[in-house]
């Protein structure tokens, strides 16, 4: 505030400052100053300038303390209303969600139409969308493992039910002393035959359902596949030839060393060159090749039989699938080409009917192992 005179007051001394008493809460300080008019005369100015006293701030701070109150409130007030306005956007928002997911309990596919969606939700219901694919491939999967097992003890009981009844029947009749006595040796072998047969399939049932076991793991050793390969043609040639099956091999002089069960990798052998003796003929003859390529063992075990049914041709590895789809032919139990593709998975490799084969052969099986 500055304050005017007309006339120089001489008693003022220039740019002195005075204080003066506290007005309503303030204390000041007068600074007096002399300027000169334009007409030559002497002026002073006295400004007056306040400065804050204890009971100025008291007074400052209770003023700025129910400002901030007020503050607070209506701060506290504004987050509730968009705290409020979110919950309800986001619930409007999610409808389409809650419904997809009470449609689904419901057994019906909800639509995730992206028309219904907000954009901020796209990469939410795209996620869903996924889930619930994953969801129901994987229950078609398991509807399709049930109903292997119904299938698999179906078969199972039927192949049993086969031999024992031929074995109880022809011990029944052997008992009540009907059978002739020429005939009895006939009688016992058909008796052993099937009883075979019935160990046979119980020893492969038993071995499936071992690997089908999800803490089932091989017992993996450094192995020299070709040597392994080589002495199973070995003890097996002289029973081969008994039979009236030749045998061409074609493995190569050097190691071929990887880990492997050599017990599961023998059972494959035998279950693939078994099956070429029991659904040929006499005079085949099964092709054995070993081969490296790319990084891989490539085995082939083929014949040129008669070949396999097209029919089965996309079957051969499901269980309980036979060359002539009989259950009654007693042709071996239907697990063996199921129970290699098991044994060459768990070994990390491939098995498949090659289709069609190569110039020579009528079956060809490859097994591929990295």
Request: negative net charge; proline residues 4%; hydrophobic residues 35%.
């Given at each position: 505030?500055?304050?005017?005179?007309?006339?120089?007051?001489?008693?003022?001394?220039?740019?002195?400052?005075?204080?003066?008493?506290?007005?309503?809460?303030?204390?000041?300080?007068?600074?007096?100053?002399?300027?000169?008019?334009?007409?030559?005369?002497?002026?002073?100015?006295?400004?007056?300038?306040?400065?804050?006293?204890?009971?100025?701030?008291s007074?400052?701070?209770?003023?700025?303390?129910?400002?901030?109150?007020?503050?607070?409130?209506?701060?506290?007030?504004?987050?509730?209303?968009?705290?409020?306005?979110?919950?309800?956007?986001?619930?409007?928002?999610?409808?389409?969600?809650?419904?997809?997911?009470?449609?689904?309990?419901?057994?019906?596919?909800?639509?995730?139409?992206?028309?219904?969606?907000?954009?901020?939700?796209?990469?939410?219901?795209?996620n869903?969308?996924?889930?619930?694919?994953?969801?129901?491939?994987?229950?078609?999967?398991?509807?399709?493992?049930?109903?292997?097992?119904?299938?698999?003890?179906?078969?199972?009981?039927?192949?049993?039910?086969?031999?024992?009844?031929?074995?109880?029947?022809?011990?029944?009749?052997?008992?009540?002393?009907?059978?002739?006595?020429?005939?009895?040796d006939?009688?016992?072998?058909?008796?052993?035959?099937?009883?075979?047969?019935?160990?046979?399939?119980?020893?492969?049932?038993?071995?499936?359902?071992?690997?089908?076991?999800?803490?089932?793991?091989?017992?993996?050793?450094?192995?020299?596949?070709?040597?392994?390969?080589?002495?199973?043609?070995?003890?097996?040639?002289?029973?081969?030839?008994?039979?009236?099956?030749?045998?061409e091999?074609q493995?190569?002089?050097?190691?071929?060393?990887?880990?492997m069960?050599?017990?599961?990798i023998?059972?494959?052998?035998?279950?693939?060159?078994?099956?070429?003796?029991?659904?040929?003929?006499?005079?085949?003859?099964?092709?054995?090749?070993?081969?490296?390529?790319?990084?891989?063992?490539?085995?082939?075990?083929?014949?040129?039989?008669?070949?396999?049914?097209?029919?089965?041709?996309?079957?051969i590895?499901?269980?309980?699938?036979?060359?002539?789809?009989?259950?009654?032919?007693?042709q071996?139990?239907?697990?063996?080409?199921?129970?290699?593709?098991?044994?060459?998975?768990?070994h990390?490799?491939?098995i498949?009917?090659?289709?069609?084969?190569?110039?020579?052969?009528?079956?060809?099986?490859?097994?591929t192992?990295?």
């Open positions: 505030v500055k304050f005017y005179t007309d006339n120089y007051a001489n008693d003022i001394t220039e740019n002195s400052i005075y204080v003066g008493q506290p007005t309503y809460g303030y204390d000041s300080f007068v600074i007096i100053e002399t300027y000169t008019t334009t007409d030559g005369e002497k002026r002073l100015c006295a400004e007056v300038i306040p400065y804050l006293t204890d009971v100025y701030i007074i400052a701070r209770e003023k700025a303390g129910w400002i901030t109150a007020g503050g607070v409130f209506a701060g506290a007030l504004w987050i509730f209303l968009m705290a409020m306005l979110i919950a309800w956007y986001i619930r409007r928002s999610l409808k389409p969600v809650n419904e997809a997911i009470r449609n689904y309990q419901s057994g019906v596919r909800p639509d995730l139409s992206s028309r219904r969606i907000p954009g901020e939700f796209q990469g939410l219901m795209e869903l969308s996924s889930m619930l694919d994953r969801v129901e491939n994987a229950r078609e999967q398991q509807k399709k493992a049930e109903e292997d097992r119904i299938k698999m003890v179906a078969d199972l009981s039927h192949d049993l039910k086969t031999p024992l009844t031929v074995i109880s029947g022809y011990t029944g009749a052997i008992l009540d002393g009907v059978v002739k006595e020429e005939d009895l006939s009688y016992l072998g058909i008796i052993h035959q099937k009883a075979l047969y019935t160990a046979e399939l119980v020893d492969e049932l038993f071995s499936y359902s071992k690997m089908e076991h999800p803490d089932f793991t091989p017992n993996l050793e450094q192995t020299d596949y070709c040597e392994l390969c080589r002495e199973y043609l070995a003890e097996k040639y002289f029973e081969l030839e008994l039979q009236g099956f030749s045998l091999v493995i190569p002089e050097h190691a071929c060393e990887r880990m069960d050599p017990g599961l023998r059972r494959v052998l035998e279950n693939l060159v078994g099956n070429s003796v029991k659904h040929n003929m006499p005079g085949t003859t099964i092709f054995f090749n070993v081969k490296e390529s790319d990084g891989h063992i490539i085995t082939d075990i083929a014949d040129n039989g008669k070949g396999i049914s097209p029919d089965i041709a996309d079957h590895f499901e269980p309980f699938v036979k060359g002539d789809q009989s259950r009654t032919s007693g071996g139990s239907g697990l063996g080409m199921s129970a290699a593709k098991k044994i060459v998975e768990l990390k490799g491939t498949a009917l090659k289709n069609p084969p190569d110039d020579g052969y009528k079956t060809q099986i490859r097994i192992f990295p």
